[in-house]
């Protein structure tokens, strides 16, 4: 079965960075797209970023845009956010997430399009 397993998150000051990595177990790694997430207290979770196959597909909301980065790492069947001028509103709980997927270059947005999910790491960016 599936199995996704994210690092720790943490406490950081505003204007700081902060990676999170998401170690996937079960399945083929290549053939799934990927994506991160992120759920404040009292709202919807809602979308980050997502990579494709191939990795040459990303995109971010435009809140983190410019902000953070999603990547992969095939070899060792990671993907990984890294964050960097973090702000308070960036707090939250953030989840990885995984989707089988037939074309190498789909990314996705909607949390309905993926499989399986992390156990959700928090991050916490002070003012």
């Known amino acids: 079965q599936v199995q996704l397993v994210q690092s720790e998150g943490g406490l950081v000051q505003a204007g700081g960075s902060l990676r999170l990595s998401c170690v996937a177990s079960g399945l083929t790694f290549t053939n799934y797209a990927l994506g991160w997430f992120r759920q404040a207290q009292g709202k919807e979770r809602e979308f980050v970023a997502s990579?494709?196959?191939?990795?040459?597909?990303?995109v971010s909301a435009d809140s983190v845009k410019g902000r953070f980065t999603i990547s992969r790492d095939n070899e060792k069947n990671t993907m990984y956010l890294q964050m960097n001028r973090l702000k308070p509103e960036d707090t939250g709980v953030y989840y990885c997430?995984?989707?089988?997927?037939?074309?190498?270059?789909?990314?996705?947005?909607?949390?309905?399009?993926?499989?399986?999910w992390g156990q959700g790491t928090q991050v916490t960016v002070s003012s």
């Open positions: 997430a995984v989707r089988f997927a037939f074309t190498l270059d789909n990314i996705y947005r909607r949390a309905s399009e993926y499989d399986d």
């Open positions: 990579i494709s196959r191939s990795a040459v597909a990303t």
